[in-house]
């Protein structure tokens, strides 16, 4: 079986590509210079050319707080563009499995219990990252039309919680949260600092998972495709707090320090813990846990600041 994985060169594409069973498929992986999915002309060129059977589509611009919300125009534009751009080619040029990368950042922002499938679209979004929120939501729902269109493609969307991993970017103003707290982290140590900054409160929760667990995933979908539902979580089933999470690297990395809270920081959404009855109900379940995770994300980080 041929796949297209693109954005390959991205954390959940190398981590899809690591994976024990990546070795099973053929995987096509051009990167930006090979394929520039924001032309149009040219994705359908690749895949006229290529003739994949299966597309999976990670490929997007990403980033933390920090970065959606200075350049809100640039990620609701081009991973609009990138979205629409590869399905329509993958529809145009034959392709049967579609497995499109969305994001927990879909869901309203005021729901505080879990967040289930059935909850996108039901209400207004989390302003800090509406923009690349909305260019998710689009894509989706492409694919839902196109489902209701013709069977000759099938289109599944998977709706990750946040992740983090080997691979991850580690800048303090352009990641995630916990590679940047563990870039944050290992400068106060290497500084002697005696406080680390926490931003808001450090009372909201999140779901944090490794991506080689959504990679695990990838691949138990790609095996049971007929069960997998038409959009499925893929998470933890359960949250900790800010605090909780600058708590644990500290004890991973040895930090003694302590932490100061910049109120006048945003904070996001106070809860987003996705809903893993689906994943539950077809036997799969994260492996990784939060210690584990995290220090294999500070070793990577570690081998790669060197």
């Known amino acids: 079986m041929k796949i297209l994985l693109t954005g390959s060169n991205g954390m959940v594409g190398k981590n899809i590509l690591e994976h024990a069973d990546a070795s099973k498929y053929d995987f096509l992986t051009p990167g930006s210079r090979d394929l520039n999915l924001l032309n149009a002309k040219e994705v359908e060129t690749y895949l006229e050319k290529n003739k994949p059977d299966v597309v999976i589509h990670c490929a997007g611009l990403v980033g933390g707080i ?42 309203p922002k005021d729901h505080d219990g879990l967040l289930e499938e059935e909850l996108i679209l039901t209400g207004p979004l989390e302003p800090t990252n ?18 209701k269109e013709t069977q000759q493609m099938t289109f599944k969307t998977l709706v990750p919680c946040n992740l983090y991993g080997r691979w991850d970017k580690f800048s303090e103003k352009n990641s995630h949260m916990i590679p940047a707290v563990i870039r944050k982290m290992d400068n106060a140590i290497r500084d002697n600092s005696e406080s680390v900054e926490v931003w808001g409160s450090g009372n909201a ?79 799969w379940k994260s492996k990784t846990s939060l210690e584990a995770g995290i220090k294999k994300a500070y070793e990577f980080y570690k081998k790669e600041s060197v």
């Not at 959606?68 to 529809?91: C, H, Q, W």
């Not at 509406?130 to 489902?147: P, S, W």
């Open 66 to 107: 920090q970065a959606n919300m200075k350049e809100p125009v640039r990620f609701l534009v081009e991973n609009s563009d990138m979205g629409r751009n590869i399905v329509l080619a993958a529809k145009s040029s034959g392709v049967k499995y579609f497995l499109n990368m969305a994001s927990s950042c879909m869901y």
């Open 130 to 147: 509406e923009g690349y929120a909305l260019a998710k939501i689009m894509t989706m729902r492409l694919g839902q039309y196109i489902n």
């Open 205 to 283: 929760r999140r779901e944090f998972m490794d991506a080689a667990d959504l990679a695990d995933f990838v691949f138990f979908a790609l095996k049971n495709w007929e069960k997998i539902p038409e959009i499925i979580n893929v998470g933890l089933g359960h949250d900790h707090s800010i605090n909780d999470y600058y708590q644990a690297v500290a004890k991973i990395l040895g930090y003694k320090g302590k932490f100061h809270h910049d109120l006048t920081k945003p904070e996001g959404m106070k809860r987003k813990l996705v809903s893993t009855k689906k994943t539950d109900d077809l036997g």
